[in-house]
Nanobody, 126 residues
């Protein structure tokens, strides 16, 4: 089992920045590929960014490429999402997710992740 706890959400003006953190506990963190997803009201949960088990490979949705950066610190059991140049359309609940130990690379679909955090709200005002 892996427990995930997100933090760092909040209210920010358009053009601003936020840094989300996701602290993991339980099974060895470094055996999971990690992903960030988001869900806006009335919309499906969508992939934002993913990172491989050793941090060597990162992937982004086209809508956030060049603005968001995913990273991880396996010594601290934490994955981060640095969000810059935020737009009102980035407003959503952001979720951290972990795969089981069979995956090296992060998938882009919700059902391929085994563990989820409770989410943290990000609101970008115009």
């Amino acid at each position: 089992q892996v427990q995930l706890v997100e933090s760092g959400g909040g209210l920010v003006q358009a053009g601003g920045s936020l840094r989300l953190s996701c602290a993991a506990s339980g099974r060895t963190f470094s055996t999971s590929a990690m992903g960030w997803f988001r869900q806006a009201p009335g919309k499906v949960r969508e992939f934002v960014a993913g990172i491989s088990r050793n941090g060597g490979n990162t992937y982004y949705a086209e809508s956030v490429k060049g603005r968001f950066t995913i990273s991880r610190d396996n010594a601290k059991n934490t994955v981060y999402l640095q969000m810059n140049s935020l737009k009102p359309e980035d407003t959503a609940v952001y979720y951290c997710a972990a795969t089981d130990a069979s995956r090296w690379y992060p998938p882009r679909t919700v059902y391929e992740y085994a563990y989820w955090g409770q989410g943290t709200q990000v609101t970008v005002s115009s």
